[in-house]
């Protein structure tokens, strides 16, 4: 019989995992791998804190990464259940999480944008798409429909279409801080490690707001949907039929 979640929920402390490591969601039990589930400890004032790089001190419980999971969590009052204290938790700890998560990816863009990773701009995003290895198109969540369905005919036309993510997950607001520049809406990601960190930090981001799709085993070995059959109107945050087994978001 299993254990009630809160029995098994707390770690030792912020140890070195190996890969595959597994642990109790606090809030429903379930057993899952820790690259799948977000850490909180409680801090000096007692509040509760997300660890989204597993390295804060003390003893941690583990939640998995969406909404749904951090809100059954609250409600379930898990968190003094497993630290076996009162614990105070911000009225926004699901948002507050939600921001660190989108940070995360936005910080990642950053770097790809310093590596040279991204062509900028409608005709720089369609030049790329025209014959550089491209990964990914971004658009700001409120682009204008014609960009966009012109940059996803230009994707269409590739051979390998289908393995090019489509993001539309940040406004243009919040691409311009990431990237030093004013009025992005457009964006064409190049290929490399760099790319990489930011498509494996927004899928996370994604499962975070969505949770799995229907018989989905979880983010790291999650499918996107087809950019060519999404016709770029929906987030696709990994390539389609990649499995990604090495979800380091935290960097």
Request: net charge positive; glycine share 8%.
């Amino acid at each position: 019989m299993l254990d009630q979640p809160h029995d098994n929920a707390l770690d030792a402390g912020p140890h070195k995992r190996a890969p595959g490591t597994q642990r109790f969601c606090a809030a429903s039990g379930a057993v899952k791998p820790v690259d799948e589930m977000i850490r909180f400890v409680v801090g000096p004032d007692g509040a509760a804190v997300p660890d989204l790089k597993r390295r804060l001190p003390g003893r941690g419980i583990w939640i998995t990464a969406t909404r749904q999971a951090l809100r059954s969590a609250i409600a379930r009052k898990a968190f003094a259940r497993a630290f076996k204290r009162d614990v105070r938790l911000a009225p926004d700890l699901v948002e507050t999480t939600e921001r660190l998560i989108e940070r995360a990816a936005l910080d990642a863009l950053a770097i790809c944008h310093k590596a040279g990773k991204l062509a900028i701009g409608f005709a720089n995003a369609d030049a790329a798409l025209a014959r550089a290895r491209v990964v990914a198109l971004l658009n700001a969540a409120e682009a204008a429909p014609d960009g966009t369905r012109k940059l996803t005919a230009a994707l269409q036309r590739r051979a390998d279409a289908a393995g090019i993510a489509v993001i539309d997950a940040f406004t243009s607001a919040q691409l311009d801080l990431a990237l030093g520049r004013s009025n992005v809406i457009h964006a064409a990601l190049l290929a490399g490690p760099e790319s990489e960190t930011f498509l494996a930090r927004t899928a996370r981001l994604d499962y975070f707001r969505t949770g799995p799709e229907p018989g989905s085993p979880g983010v790291g070995k999650r499918h996107a949907r087809n950019s060519a059959e999404t016709g770029g109107r929906r987030r696709n945050m990994t390539k389609h039929g990649e499995k990604r087994e090495n979800w380091d978001w935290n960097g």
